[in-house]
Every structure is written in C-alpha cells, then in structure tokens.
T-cell receptor, first 113, second 108 residues
Framework: DGGITQSPKYLFRKEGQNVTLSCEQNLNHDAMYWYRQDPGQGLRLIYYSQIVNDFQKGDIAEGYSVSREKKESFPLTVTSAQKNPTAFYLC????????????FGPGTRLTVT | EDQVTQSPEALRLQEGESSSLNCSYT??????LFWYRQDPGKGPEFLFT???AGEEKEKERLKATLTKKESFLHITAPKPEDSATYLCAVQGGRQFYFGTGTSLTVIP
C-alpha cells in the first residue's frame, strides 16, 4: 500500500524540549512538505524539499528545522525556540514539476505544556 | 496579495439538499486548483485537480468547476457521510495557497 505515514499520532512535551516528528512516504515522490494547521487558519507552510539534501523555508520556518537525507523521509524538529508549538502538523508529498497535487499524511497533534 | 477565500465558513444541509461551496482566489499565474476533504483529526484527502477555466471533474456526488476567478464544489443529494471540512488550494508559480475551508454538516 502506497502512502504517507506520520508518527506519532499524538505527542506531548514540556516547554523547553525539542521534539522530532516523523514523516515517511513510499509514493516515490520527489517533493515533501511540512504544514501547520491551527483552528480557523489555512494550512501554513513550514518547510519544503524538492530533492534529497536540499530544502527551503516556508512562511513560518522560525523555530523549526528539517533534514532530507533520504527521498522517503522528511523529519521535522520543533525546537524550544518555537514560541507557540502546540498545533496539528501535516506532512505532504508530491511529484516535482509544473503542477501536481499534494498527498497528505494523517497528521501529528503536538501539545506542549 | 495572493490569497484564497472559501465561503461559506460553515454549511448545514438536510440529507438530499444539494448546494455549492465556493473558492475564490487572487493568485497570479494559476498552475492548478485542488480540492480536498478533511475529516476531524485527520489529514486532508485529495479529491480533484482543475487546471484551466471551464474544466469540470466529478466523483460520486461531488462536481468541481473552475472559472478564471473562482471554483465551485457542487454537492448533489448529499448524505451524512459527506460531512467534513472541504479545503481549496491554489498553486501560483511554486507556491501553494490554502483556504480556511468550509465545514459541511449533512443532517439525516
């Protein structure tokens, strides 16, 4: 079964701790994305990567970091510098090129207290 | 400013009562317009891609249409299982812009 997996589904952390969210895809997609979803707001782009070992900041990259060492994997680290980290995080992937739809994972809900 | 606006924010329909959801955009250089369905606590599920004005796509009770400035998602004779939030996204250049969604509730 092809798809995108995110783990864990729920994550709880104390303030001041870094936390890493996992995203894996077996769709052979070149591009991967991380979004944040908050109530009443559209999805906001955190980081994206078009190819392995390369990634770009999105609209709200401050306090986050990523890596893209493998085509299938694009982990997101939420650092202690992120001022309001509690949110629903979504990973997506797509083929690269002119215009391709993005496919989303099931999401990780992060709660920081 | 590039943006995507969806209306209404929320819609309640009786089972079988057809209606339309709107997605208007002011994104230059349209590359594609995408519709997604999102259930509570889950990731968005891809529904349709539209590339040019006049294009239409259908899937079961859903039909998406596109003009130069907006897209409509028509829902014909909805059922309770169609209840979800419907998201619209527009690609302009390399950027994707998402609307805030329309929350649809279909009452039996």
């Amino acid at each position: 079964d092809g798809g995108i997996t995110q783990s864990p589904k729920y994550l709880f952390r104390k303030e001041g701790q870094n936390v890493t969210l996992s995203c894996e895809q077996n769709l052979n997609h070149d591009a991967m994305y991380w979004y944040r979803q908050d109530p009443g707001q559209g999805l906001r782009l955190i980081y994206y990567s078009q190819i392995v070992n390369d990634f770009q900041k999105g609209d709200i990259a401050e306090g986050y970091s990523v890596s893209r060492e493998k085509k299938e994997s694009f982990p997101l680290t939420v650092t202690s510098a992120q001022k309001n980290p509690t949110a629903f995080y979504l990973c997506a992937s797509s083929f690269s090129g002119a215009s391709y739809e993005q496919y989303f994972g099931p999401g990780t809900r992060l709660t920081v207290t | 400013e590039d943006q995507v606006t969806q209306s209404p924010e929320a819609l309640r329909l009786q089972e079988g009562e057809s209606s339309s959801l709107n997605c208007s955009y002011t994104v230059s250089g349209l590359r594609g317009l995408f519709w997604y369905r999102q259930d509570p606590g889950k990731g968005p599920e891809f529904l349709f891609t539209l590339y040019s004005a006049g294009e239409e796509k259908e899937k079961e009770r859903l039909k998406a249409t596109l003009t130069k400035k907006e897209s409509f998602l028509h829902i014909t004779a909805p059922k309770p299982e169609d209840s979800a939030t419907y998201l619209c996204a527009v690609q302009g250049g390399r950027q994707f812009y998402f609307g805030t969604g329309t929350s649809l509730t279909v009452i039996p």
